[in-house]
Every structure is written in C-alpha cells, then in structure tokens.
C-alpha cells in the first residue's frame, strides 16, 4: 500500500516508530553491543533502582549512560532543530533550496563558535551559555547581510540571486575558517573537525541546554503556521490576508537562527539536514506547516541519529566527520531538488 495515502495518525505512529528505533539503533550498535533488552534494564536500575541482569556489567552501563545516550539525544537534537530552521527558512523566502547551510546560517554561527573557541572568552555570569550566544549572533548577523546584499543585486529577490548569495557569503566565511586554523595552529585539528561537525564527547549538560532551545523554539515557530501557509502563496496575497509580512519575517528568520546557532555551536557545521528534511516532511505529510514543521523536527532528529551511527562504525574504530556522511547524501538531494525545480 502506498504510504503516501495512509491516515496522518498512522503515518505519524510510523515516523515515532521511527525515531524510537533509530535513538535503539545508536544507544545499542558499537564496539559493545546492546540489545534493546539491555538498554531498558540499564535504564530501569538507573531510573527505578531495579538489579541489572547478571549478562550486563557496570561497564556497559557506564558506556550508555555517560557516552551514547547523550551523543544520541544530542543528536536528536540537533537534527531537529535544523530541520526546524530548514522549514522556516524555505517558506519565508519561498525557495525550495533555502536552508540554513545554504544562506550562510551555520557557516557564520561556527565562525562565532570558532572565535569563542581561540579566544577563551566567557561570559562572567552562566559561561555556559556564550557558545549559544556566539552561535545566534553571528549565523543572524550573516542570513541578514546575505538578504541585504541579495535585495541590493536583485530587488525581485530571485531564487537563484537569494541562493547563490548565500554560497558565496558561505565560501568567504569558511575561508576566514581556514585563515584562523592557519594563524592559531594549536586549534588547527580542533577547528578543522569543527568545520565537518561531530557529536564525540557531547554531555547531558549540552543535551539539557539544546532541549530548552529546541522544544520552546519549535512552539514558537509553530504558532505561525497559518501566516507562513499564507506568505508560500506570496508578500501581497499574505498581506490582503492580514499578515504583516516585514515583521512575520524577522520573527521568523531570528527564531530560525537561533535553533541553528544553537545546534551549531556544540556539534560544528552538519549540512543538507536542513534541507532534506523539510522536503520529506511536505511529501509525505503534505504543505499545511502545522504538520510539516514537526514532521520535519522528528524525521531530522532520526536522520541525525542514524547518520552520526554510520559516521562511527562505518570505518570503526576510525570515526568520520558526521558532516560527511550527511554531504554525501544531501549533495545529490540538493541537485535533484535543483533541476527539478528549474
């Protein structure tokens, strides 16, 4: 039977069927395997107090819960709060390739990340949040000038103008990337792994900080479903519908900026997510934002679980860049995307 005719509740029991056995699949495959069985005894004694099976060792349990349930939520996380961004972004320029890899979003939040990073800088009051901070500022500060100069170029704001802006504006902040490697060598590997992205060593203190933006974001973003329904027929048709278009959009890119910087700053720049996602999402759910946005969240979150799995047992125990295993697939996404819309 076709998915794309079954009943949203049934395709929403398979999508959190989905993200349930893709957080299974990387809390349980590793260098120390653990079946689902296992995991719920070890998070039953940690929860419930109740005795591990004898075939389970405090080892093992030590390894999901300080390593790979964290790595795993992160994540989650971070794969759902791109794809959040990803929708937004493509419905408020109207432009299926618009995301925020694509505009310079992440590129600029790692800048951000890279610079808190070399510099030591903390914030004296909650030092925690000075990578968020770092990640927000500047990913808005480079979607907002990619616009600028895009409007200045081109004042219809074309598809390709908007499109091609963003890579060149993304180009030019990898490069400063790269410069600051070069001239602050004893970051140099940290920088480069940065740039490709990587959940190794993510805490529960991260996955904490990442839920608070997410969840909160999300909702926020939600409750402007029916006026970006409206802004993808176009400014003027949302306008005589009662939206104030100018202000919708600031509302919405600043939000979507701050889930982007937000996830960048603690796993580095993980493209074509945010791309991926949101075209999944509409395919299968269809265009109302209502589902589409959280359809997005929850098919992003899996997809980063499973691809940041393959990034660590494809070549194991060497661990590739989760960056790289998402470019491989969401290259060709993005030229098919391309052409057909052309």
Not at 18 to 28: H, I, K, R
Not at 249 to 259: D, E, G, P, T, Y
Not at 275 to 284: D, S, T
Request: proline residues 4%.
């Amino acid at each position: 039977m076709n998915m794309l005719r079954w009943s949203k509740k049934r395709k929403l029991a398979v999508l959190l069927l989905l993200c349930l056995l893709s957080l299974m699949a990387g809390a349980g495959v590793g260098s120390v395997r653990m079946s689902p069985g296992d995991i719920l005894a070890i998070l039953g004694n940690r929860f419930f107090s109740r005795p591990l099976p004898e075939g389970i060792s405090q080892n093992q349990a030590a390894i999901l819960l300080s390593l790979r349930l964290p790595r795993c939520l992160c994540a989650f996380l971070v794969g759902g709060a791109l794809a959040a961004s990803g929708t937004v972004m493509q419905s408020v320029l109207r432009n299926p390739l618009a995301s925020s890899y694509t505009l310079g979003v992440s590129s600029g939040a790692s800048l951000g990340a890279a610079l808190v990073i070399v510099s030591g800088f903390v914030f004296p009051v909650a030092g925690f949040l000075t990578l968020p901070a770092a990640g927000f500022l500047f990913g808005l500060g480079t979607v907002l000038a990619v616009i600028a100069f895009a409007a200045r170029m081109d004042r219809g704001l074309k598809n390709q103008t908007i499109i091609l802006t963003g890579m060149v504006f993304s180009l030019f902040v990898n490069a400063l990337l790269t410069l600051l490697s070069v001239l602050k060598q004893n970051y140099m590997q940290q920088l480069l792994l940065w740039q490709m992205g990587s959940f190794s060593g993510r805490s529960w203190q991260q996955a904490a900080i990442l839920a608070a933006v997410l969840i909160p974001g999300t909702l926020y973003l939600w409750l402007f479903s029916s006026q970006m329904d409206m802004m993808t027929f176009g400014e003027e048709a949302a306008q005589t519908m009662g939206v104030d278009t100018k202000r919708v959009k600031l509302k919405l890119i600043v939000a979507a900026s701050l889930l982007t910087g937000t996830a960048v700053c603690f796993t580095g720049t993980i493209g074509f997510i945010d791309l991926i996602a949101p075209h999944v999402a509409r395919k299968i759910f269809g265009p109302a934002h209502r589902y589409a946005l959280p359809v997005s969240v929850l098919f992003g979150g899996a997809f980063m679980v499973l691809a940041d799995l393959a990034a660590r047992t494809l070549l194991a125990p060497t661990e590739l860049p989760v960056g790289a295993v998402t470019a491989l697939i969401g290259a060709p996404f993005f030229a098919w995307i391309y052409f057909k819309e052309k």
